[in-house]
């Protein structure tokens, strides 16, 4: 007869492939029950937009079938993990990640790349927020079709959401699309820490900041004010534009934020008349940085008038046309960050751990003291 016990030996075999970890030490394994021959329990995946869920699914399912057992009623959920190290009463208590996308420099397409993460993120179940933390020139709202100013309500601003992505810029409180936004880093600094505290992000899995560009003041400060889980950094193939994400990358390393990895944007266009890929800007500069600092390349973005038209219209491919290749370079990309989150995650969760037991021991010492 198969037990409880035997089940849970039997998955502990399963591990999840990002985090190198068995399933049931993991925790994702939840309410099991055996009646007669049919077995009943949670899988407790680590985000929705894991790119492996298919693939534990199958183990667990194979696991069970091994087992002999051929009635299992399996119920499959996900469950973000934090990967941040804040107390619940500090800062955005029910945000769990928070992914900052930034660049070297402007005109790479940073904004499109967090606006279409967030709604990929969104589509595949997951709690999602976006702040345009970009004040000298925020277009956020633009490339959402976004334009009512937010309501204030009980002292909170009450973020508009679109397609289940809750969003917050500066840009729905210019008067005119044209006006610009002259501001100095410690007034930027203290607009977008209002924008973290006065508004009602409620609870989150994600939330994307799309940061200003460069690695001036602006940024700096930001990324020293925020609690970041991870940065994603944008490039394209030109050499000019690597080179300064090269210094983008030093200026994190230094603040000791993790790098979730680097995102190659506008890599090739595909001629339309032979389906060849024609790299004008280059080749290959996301994968160099990749390499040459160790950090993991996420997946190149095809330069194409779709996206395009999509930024300037208020409508992402990922919502028009969503079997397109060009939203499923934006849905693999949300994939493997999801999963890199989720490694960084648990990294935290060891951490903690060995913090927790190197506190136990030292209480331990200066009980035997007393």
């Known amino acids: 007869m198969v037990t409880v016990d035997k089940v849970i030996s039997a998955l502990k075999t399963v591990k999840d492939p990002e985090l190198h970890k068995d399933i049931v030490s993991m925790g994702m394994i939840k309410d099991i029950t055996i009646n007669e021959d049919k077995l009943a329990f949670t899988l407790e995946l680590t985000t929705p937009a894991c790119p492996f869920n298919s693939e534990i699914e199958q ?7 091994n087992l002999g057992i051929k009635d299992l009623e399996l119920k499959v959920t996900a469950r973000v993990m934090e990967g941040r190290t804040i107390t619940m009463d500090q800062i955005l208590p029910g945000v769990k990640n928070i992914i900052a996308v930034a660049s070297g420099k402007g005109g790479v397409g940073k904004t499109t790349v967090s606006v279409n993460l967030a709604l990929a993120l969104a589509k595949s179940g997951a709690r999602v927020g976006i702040l345009d933390a970009d004040v000298y020139g925020p277009s956020v709202p633009l490339m959402l079709g976004l334009k009512e ?10 973020p508009p959401i679109t397609e289940n992505v809750k969003v917050m810029s500066m840009g729905f409180f210019y008067e005119q699309s044209q006006q610009a936004g002259i501001y100095r880093g410690p007034i930027i600094a203290g607009i977008v820490k209002q924008f973290i505290t006065d508004v009602n992000w409620g609870e989150l899995d994600y939330l994307i900041i799309d940061l200003p560009p460069g690695t001036g003041d602006a940024p700096l400060t930001m990324a020293q004010t925020i609690p970041i889980t991870g940065i994603l950094i944008v490039t394209t193939p030109q050499e000019v534009a690597m080179n300064v994400a090269v210094k983008s990358i030093g200026m994190f390393n230094k603040l000791n934020i993790p790098i979730i990895g680097v995102i190659e944007n506008m890599s090739y266009l595909k001629c339309p008349n032979c389906d060849d890929k024609i790299h004008i800007f280059g080749e290959g500069g996301g994968i160099k940085i990749s390499e040459q600092f160790k950090v993991p390349f996420i997946g190149e973005i095809p330069l194409t008038t779709q996206i395009m038209k999509g930024s300037d219209s208020g409508v992402s491919v990922i919502i028009s046309e969503p079997t397109s290749e060009y939203a499923q370079a934006f849905n693999k990309i949300s994939k493997i960050t999801a999963g890199r989150i989720s490694v960084i995650a648990s990294e935290l969760m060891d951490q903690e751990k060995e913090q927790e037991k190197e506190q136990q ?6 009980q035997q003291k007393s």
């Open 59 to 65: 183990d667990v399912r194979n696991t069970i079938s």
């Open 149 to 158: 100013v937010p309501e204030v309500l009980e002292g909170k601003i009450q």
């Open 361 to 366: 021991k030292e209480q331990e010492k200066e």
